[in-house]
């Protein structure tokens, strides 16, 4: 399985996203993450990479899900684990990857995310803890999903 982080972070209302400028993902809002490299822990990762994309440093990421994606044709299953925290340091800066906004927790782009977003994005926002496997054909598809 090919290991990637997805991390967000909240204040009060509202929850940071980001909008993927270049490569995977490109032109969705989605949380801030990407591959996990040797030698590093996922939540090290998670941790580097919202820096990286965003320039917060976030200290205590709690995981809050794990997403299993599968492409019809392609045999690398992608594992996303998800993290979630209400603390941060620094300002967000808009990156090379990424452009950060605030969006209320009522007002989630989920037209302009990822397509399975709105199978686990309430779960996360209403703080259970999830499980979902999800078959897409191409990057707009869902074929298949299973959600716990
Ligand atoms: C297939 C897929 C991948 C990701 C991803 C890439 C890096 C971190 O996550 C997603 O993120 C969301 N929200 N849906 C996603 C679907």
Not at 27 to 50: D, H, L, Q, Y
Not at 124 to 143: E, H, K, S, W
């Amino acid at each position: 399985n090919k290991l990637l982080t997805l991390a967000f972070v909240t204040r009060k209302s509202e929850v940071l996203l980001g909008l993927k400028k270049k490569g995977f993902g490109m032109g969705r809002w989605n949380g801030f993450g990407g591959k996990v490299e040797k030698g590093e822990t996922i939540s090290e990762a998670a941790k580097r990479e919202m820096q990286e994309e965003c320039g917060l440093i976030v200290d205590d990421f709690k995981k809050v899900g794990l997403l299993m994606f599968e492409f019809v044709g392609d045999p690398q299953l992608l594992e996303v684990h998800v993290f979630h925290s209400e603390t941060f340091r620094g300002k967000c800066i808009e990156t090379e990857e990424m452009r950060p906004m605030w969006y209320p927790l009522d007002g989630v782009p989920f037209d302009q995310m990822w397509p399975d977003d709105y199978l686990w994005f309430p779960h996360f926002l209403a703080r259970n803890p999830f499980f979902g496997y999800i078959t897409f054909q191409g990057m707009d598809n869902i074929v298949q999903s299973c959600l716990k």
